[in-house]
């Protein structure tokens, strides 16, 4: 009975960090498609060129989108780790996997986009741009973009190892598995063809895919778990 009632608190409380992740990725999908792109293969019109010293009176229009990106990450570590801990026994390796990853991924990003918040537009005000070329976000083959695509491929990873995890249990769980696989083989192909058409130059190109992707793929699968520990939640007691 304990345990039920236990299962229960946790089911509760992963409903709503998945749904919570879940709308905190689309606010942060949205504000980031309605930020133009200002420099690279993606920019038209006027666009900023290295050394990426003249974007002061960028801040804080550009950067709005990274607020909610950073929560989106860490409300992604909580989800990850209530998954692991309501994962049956026999498959917490998996889970455990995924949980894994997600820390580095949440590391990752939030880390890159406090950076950028905290960092570039002061150094700028206080003319300080030593090294604002390599870590700005303008820069399409920066510290900025490689930082980014590494930690939504491991969160992309992350979700992957979710897949095992769910294998035969109760509904909703095969339309996560889908969304599962498919996120991750949208990844491999995404990446291996910006690779194989630009090589080196790739800029942010697969930048701008995987975070289309992985976003996408967490938001339908917040929803997803949160439909998921709704049935958990009001499973009957025997």
């Known amino acids: ?8 608190g946790i089911a509760g409380f992963g409903r709503c ?6 709308v905190l990725t689309v606010i942060s999908l949205g504000v980031a498609v309605s930020t133009p792109p200002l420099s690279g293969p993606f920019c038209t019109g006027e666009c900023f060129r290295y050394p990426y010293t003249d974007i002061a009176g960028r801040f804080p229009r550009d950067y709005y989108w990274m607020v909610p990106a950073i929560l989106s990450a860490f409300s992604f570590l909580a989800m990850m780790a209530t998954v692991h801990v309501a994962t049956p026994q026999d498959r917490k390796h998996f889970s455990l996997t995924g949980l894994g990853f997600a820390m580095i991924s949440a590391l990752i990003l939030s880390a890159d986009y406090f950076i950028q918040l905290s960092f570039i537009q002061p150094a700028l005000l ?4 030593e090294g604002i070329a390599a870590l700005s976000q303008y820069n399409p083959h920066g510290i900025f973009i490689i930082l980014e695509e590494l930690g939504f491929m491991t969160m992309n990873i ?13 509904k909703p769980s095969g339309a996560l598995r889908v969304t599962l696989m498919a996120g991750f083989m949208l990844m491999i192909i995404s990446f291996a063809s910006v690779l194989l058409a ?16 992985t ?19 009001n499973q009957p007691e025997n």
């Open 126 to 129: 206080a003319g300080e741009t």
């Open 198 to 213: 630009f090589g080196m130059n790739r800029e942010y190109r697969f930048e701008v895919i995987i975070i289309s992707i």
């Open 158 to 170: 992350a979700l992957f190892f979710l897949f095992p995890v769910f294998r035969g249990l109760h």
């Open 215 to 233: 976003w996408i793929e967490l938001i339908i699968a917040g929803f997803l778990l949160g439909r998921y520990f709704k049935r958990l939640k």
């Open 1 to 8: 009975m304990k345990a039920i009632k236990n299962l229960r």
């Open 17 to 22: 960090i998945s749904v919570l992740t879940a």
